[in-house]
Nanobody
Framework: QVQLVESGGGLVQAGGSLRISCAAS????????MGWFRQAPGKEREFVAS????????YYADFAKGRFTVSRDNAKNTMYLQMNTLKPEDTAVYYC???????????????WGQGTQVTVSS
């Protein structure tokens, strides 16, 4: 059974940095795309970034370019999201997801984690 477990969320001041992780288990993910999404209170879930597990091809939402970096450690079956220069509007629950040939839409991902809260104070 596939499991995705996020960790590393917390409270950080505006301008600060945070790295969140997603530990994946239950199958081999060689053909999968791993994605990060976020959902703020009262807002729809939105795509943040993705990385292909095999070749490491990365995509970012416009708001994430230049501030966020997605990476993965194949040996640890873990994906990371390094977030720098954080802003109060980055406050949200961040979810990791896995899907085959997935892109920027949530419905392209078959597996989801439980989410980790990131709060950026002003």
């Amino acid at each position: 059974q596939v499991q995705l477990v996020e960790s590393g969320g917390g409270l950080v001041q505006a301008g600060g940095s945070l790295r969140i992780s997603c530990a994946a288990s239950g199958r081999t993910f060689g053909s999968y795309v791993m994605g990060w999404f976020r959902q703020a209170p009262g807002k729809e879930r939105e795509f943040v970034a993705s990385i292909s597990w095999s070749v490491g091809l990365r995509y970012y939402a416009d708001f994430a370019k230049g501030r966020f970096t997605v990476s993965r450690d194949n040996a640890k079956n873990t994906m990371y999201l390094q977030m720098n220069t954080l802003k109060p509007e980055d406050t949200a629950v961040y979810y990791c997801a896995a899907g085959v040939l997935a892109g920027r839409r949530g419905d392209e991902y078959a597996y989801w984690g439980q989410g980790t809260q990131v709060t950026v104070s002003s």
